[in-house]
């Protein structure tokens, strides 16, 4: 029997139908879905009720798993190939350590040795709206690249790291390089040049000894990030507006808006005295 999908999108990403992940899978069948997993980058198994084992098992059916030696604290004890992602409480009431998790633009392991083919998420709570993942596929953002752009970064590789420590020249303090922890203990990697952009007040940034002159030399502008409630009629999307001196961007985040205003460099002391004009 041919394995029924249902596409979700244009860029990305199927349904894949009438399957009950946690009963015993031939060859023949889950080779259709890892094909499937292939062409459409994400495959989405909707009301699957499996256990912890089940995940497991299913998820290994893809290649072996990591135990996450990288993330010790998120990792369950009891199953360490598996990690909690979740917003409520610890059970002495202290803020979840992984509340904030996820927040940004990544992609899962990306700064282990070996990084993960991907993730099999299990959601066992949904707010009734919003909590919604976002997803984009990295493959169609490189085919709209520009013949230029593509020819500009095809020699350029990245490194990304976890826990890692400057190498500087101890006369000129010049970075080199960093040092980090991983498998088989602290390893170090050489580099004529090491970029930290993780933002104005990084950990970077400081690591590597970079001040005023360097926060000088970034774009001419502040963004301010706050979050407004939505209500039932607004419209739908990304928008922005567009003023002397500012620019507003409003991203959809369900119940709210995610709100960047975008104003002049150093202005945040003049804009904070004379307040923000707000028109309902």
């Known amino acids: 029997m041919a394995l029924k999908l249902r596409r979700l999108s244009y860029a990305l990403g199927a349904e894949v139908c009438d399957i009950d992940v946690s009963k015993p899978m031939g060859e023949a069948q889950f080779g259709e879905i890892y094909r499937a997993f292939l062409q459409y980058g994400i495959l989405l198994f909707r009301n699957q009720d499996i256990t912890r084992e089940e995940h497991i098992n299913f998820s290994r059916r893809f290649g072996e798993l990591d135990r996450h030696d990288s993330l010790p604290r998120d990792r369950r004890a009891d199953h360490p190939e598996l990690l909690m992602v ?3 409480p610890n059970p002495d009431g202290s803020p979840s350590d992984t509340r904030y998790t996820g927040r940004q633009w990544h992609s899962d392991m990306s700064f282990t040795t070996v990084p993960s083919l991907g993730s099999l998420l299990r959601c066992y709570a949904v707010p009734e709206v919003g909590g919604d993942t976002l997803f984009a596929n990295m493959y169609a953002a490189y085919d709209a ?7 500009l970064i095809a020699g350029l590789h990245g490194i990304q790291l976890s826990g890692t420590r400057k190498i500087a020249n101890e006369e000129s ?35 590597s000894g970079l001040g005023e002159a360097a926060i000088r030399a970034s774009p001419p502008m502040d963004v301010l990030w706050f979050r407004l409630p939505r209500k ?11 003023g002397a001196g500012h620019l507003l961007i409003e991203l959809d985040r369900g119940e709210e808006w995610q709100i960047a205003f975008i104003i002049r460099k ?3 002391s003049q804009l904070r005295a004379a307040g923000i004009e707000v028109r309902l």
């Open 86 to 88: 979740t917003n409520e």
């Open 145 to 151: 690249l520009s013949d230029g752009m593509k020819k």
């Open 173 to 207: 303090g010049v970075v080199r390089g960093v040092r980090y922890r991983g498998e088989g203990g602290e390893h170090e990697l050489r580099a004529t040049l090491t970029v930290g952009a993780d933002g104005r007040f990084s950990k970077l940034r400081k690591l």
């Open 232 to 242: 039932a009629d607004d419209p739908h999307g990304l928008m922005g507006r567009i």
């Open 266 to 268: 150093d202005s945040y």
